[in-house]
């Protein structure tokens, strides 16, 4: 998926979205606030000489999502707030007369 951006930039940004994704569980709000590490490391990978050229990813207001909406399809995966009764049918129910259970999200 990321060899087919056009762009080292498009590359690297659609990437680290892909990492920051799968290790943290949840996109970022600012898809380039990741450690200097992550970004050098992953433009290695990727063969890009020149890790700040990332800044250009983020010149098109509406890629990123985009780019988001396109992992979690090719991952199936689904955000929260598009699931919530889903997500709240399968958790416990509570006990007749007692408190509903509580879900800690960070």
Same mark, same amino acid.
């Given at each position: 998926m990321v060899g087919q951006r056009r762009g080292e930039h498009m590359r690297l940004g659609f990437a680290l979205q892909m990492v920051t994704v799968r290790w943290l569980g949840t996109f970022l709000e600012d898809p380039l606030d990741v450690p200097g590490a992550v970004l050098e490391f992953v433009a290695g990978q990727l063969g890009v000489e020149d890790p700040s050229q990332v800044k250009r990813y983020i010149e098109r207001g509406p890629t990123p999502f985009d780019h +988001? +909406?396109?992992?979690?399809?090719?991952? &199936?995966?689904?955000?929260f707030a598009d699931?919530?009764?889903?997500?709240?049918?399968? &958790?416990?129910?509570a006990p007749e007369g007692g408190p509903s259970p509580k879900v800690a999200m960070s």
């Open positions: +988001q +909406q396109e992992i979690r399809r090719a991952y &199936g995966w689904k955000d699931i919530d009764g889903e997500f709240a049918a399968w &958790g416990p129910s």
